[in-house]
């Protein structure tokens, strides 16, 4: 089945005080996510330009604060977890450690922090950094399904990179959540997945990948078994989506897709890097049995602020409205990501 792409032109009219106050007419696109009917805004900044942001400064006065995630300090200043959780009080795996968050705001609320280095350049970011992080936060999870199946039922694994996009401390670190609910949007996501096959008999996420193969305006490629597209409808500059289709619980999930996953999520993130884009937040969504017709996928959007100011770019359009826009053609940046895949 193939999926529609719906989107509305606006025009609107002002007289240009660059042009003698002629009449100037501008398009600016509605979008409405395929799956949930969600809109979303394109801006009409064709020649936006996202300017280098240096975070040298910001790194070197973190390195003169107290980090809780550098070496010899985590053991004195994190928490640990009770033992029916870890016995062995942190989840030590490779070069990551998975702590309890202080300051949880899910029944089960972890960390993982990815490195014992301090600060990691985009261009440092690699496969087996993500990989080995997502594996540490993934056994977290097992762990707590299996000591409270019926409390810890929605899983989701978090990234916020960098102060621009809510990364409150600069040594690197995922968010790892379990609850008994989904999220707002998971709960969307799930629900529009099982509303689809029920409706259509057939796989929203498999007619993603296929229309997206089919029309070639947002797929980019394929890692393993990986499906890489740019969103229809983004949530965010430079919207990517990473789909595992068959897969939706974290059993299914194995070593190769992890590893395949952190394939693409680097290649986006250079890609980043190459366009100025900072910072990032990314999200690995799954489901519960349970629920059918939904797919593991990662997703990440791109962070910035509108220089030379310090400006947020989230606006009253995100908060008051739910409304998500961007100012970069998704079909563009496919065109240029495309060539790394
Ligand atoms: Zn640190």
């Not at 795996?93 to 972890?110: Q, W």
């Not at 409390?151 to 670190?173: C, D, F, K, Q, V």
Request: glycine share 6%; proline share 6%.
């Amino acid at each position: 089945m193939s999926i529609q792409f719906i989107k509305t032109l606006n025009e609107s009219t002002f007289l240009d005080p660059m042009n003698n106050f002629a009449p100037k007419t501008v398009v600016s696109e509605i979008r409405y996510d395929p799956l949930t009917g969600q809109i979303s805004r394109i801006f009409p900044f064709r020649k936006f330009i996202l300017h280098r942001h240096d975070w040298t400064p910001f790194v070197e006065e973190s390195k003169q604060k107290f980090c809780p995630f550098c070496p010899g300090i985590l053991d004195k200043a994190t928490p640990k977890f009770p033992v029916n959780i870890a016995p062995e009080g942190r989840i030590r795996m490779g070069n990551a450690t998975v702590i309890p968050n202080l300051n949880p705001y899910e029944k089960y609320a972890s960390l993982v922090v990815m490195s014992s280095q301090h600060y990691i350049p985009m261009e440092e970011i690699d496969v087996n950094l993500i990989a080995n992080s997502f594996r540490a936060g993934l056994n977290y999870l097992q762990r707590v399904i299996a000591t409270d199946p019926e409390e810890a039922r929605y899983l989701s694994i978090g990234w916020n990179y960098m102060p621009y996009a809510g990364g409150s401390l600069i040594h690197p670190h995922l968010q790892v959540l379990a609850g008994k609910e989904p999220s707002n949007y998971d709960k969307q996501l799930i629900r529009a997945s099982e509303n689809y096959l029920t409706k259509h008999k057939s796989n929203y996420w498999t007619d993603l990948i296929n229309s997206e193969i089919n029309n070639g305006d947002r797929y980019v490629g394929q890692t393993g078994q990986v499906h890489w597209l740019c969103a229809f409808a983004p949530r965010h500059i430079g919207d990517v989506m990473g789909i595992l289709p068959g897969k939706q619980t974290i059993v299914d999930i194995t070593d190769d897709d992890l590893n395949d996953l952190a394939a693409g999520l680097c290649k986006v993130i250079r890609y980043y890097n190459q366009n100025n884009i900072v910072s990032f937040n990314a999200a690995l969504f799954f489901t519960s049995n349970e629920n059918k017709g939904f797919a593991i996928h990662v997703r990440i959007v791109g962070r910035f602020t509108i220089f030379p100011l310090v400006g947020s770019d989230i606006t009253h359009m995100q908060i008051m409205h739910d409304d998500p826009w961007t100012v970069l053609l998704p079909e563009t940046i496919a065109q240029e990501l495309k060539k790394a895949f």
